[in-house]
């Protein structure tokens, strides 16, 4: 299991896994999460955690109403892959 946790102080959600640091930059401006960077490690690539920190962007953008503008091309990628979240496109 991933844990993800919300650094609003500095915009991003991060994971540790095997003491290795990821994370997912945004920035957020009148009600718009702009999703900049998705940065996983190679060493702990492959595990579905890009995919974790960026579900759970999501989820938070839709539990405050946020609209979603994915600049980072894993999160682009991620969204259309998941037409659930369709309804969060800026």
Same mark, same amino acid.
């Given at each position: 299991?991933? %844990? ?11 994971? %540790? ?6 994370? #997912? ?19 702990? /690539?492959?595990? /579905?955690?890009?995919?974790? #920190? ?10 405050? /109403? ?21 309804? #969060? #496109?800026?």
């Amino acid at each position: 299991m991933i %844990t993800v946790i919300q650094d609003t102080e500095r915009s991003r959600f991060t994971a %540790t896994v095997d003491g290795v640091l990821c994370v #997912l930059d945004y920035q957020l401006q009148d009600g718009e999460m702009a999703i900049t960077h998705t940065g996983v490690p190679s060493q702990v /690539g492959g595990r /579905g955690i890009a995919a974790e #920190l960026t579900r759970q962007a999501l989820l938070t953008a839709r539990a405050n /109403g946020w609209t979603v503008r994915p600049l980072c091309s894993y999160a682009a990628v991620y969204m259309r892959r998941h037409p659930e979240y369709n309804d #969060l #496109l800026a």
